[in-house]
């Protein structure tokens, strides 16, 4: 084919590309907590810039927010005193095709 036609086509397909984004937070217990408030915090970023929950991929061993141990209850701490309202995530659920 001509090259003109591949980069155009190329060009199309890059344009309607979707963005993915894929959190991932191995941590467990209360004591790791920053770990799961950066992984919220992210989260929240992201949504606020234009990402569809469905494009996010959140995937996380343990919500050690939700520890009865967390003063802050409905809320998440993170560097210093930086808080955000807490948004409940459940564990992303599919399979390779659907991001490809």
Do not use: C, W
């Not at 467990?28 to 606020?48: E, F």
């Not at 929950?53 to 996380?60: E, K, L, S």
């Amino acid at each position: 084919p001509e090259p003109m036609l591949v980069y155009f086509l190329v060009l199309m397909l890059l344009a309607g590309a979707r963005n993915y984004a894929i959190l991932v937070s191995t941590s467990k217990g209360y004591s790791n907590y920053r770990h799961m408030a950066d992984l919220l915090a992210l989260n929240s970023i992201l949504s606020g810039n234009g990402f569809a929950p469905r494009d996010i991929v959140a995937v996380f061993a343990e919500d050690s927010v939700r520890n009865p141990r967390n003063p802050h209850g409905e809320q998440i701490v993170f560097h210093g005193s930086q808080r955000t309202e807490y948004t409940r995530l459940e564990p992303s659920r599919m399979d390779a095709n659907y991001v490809m």
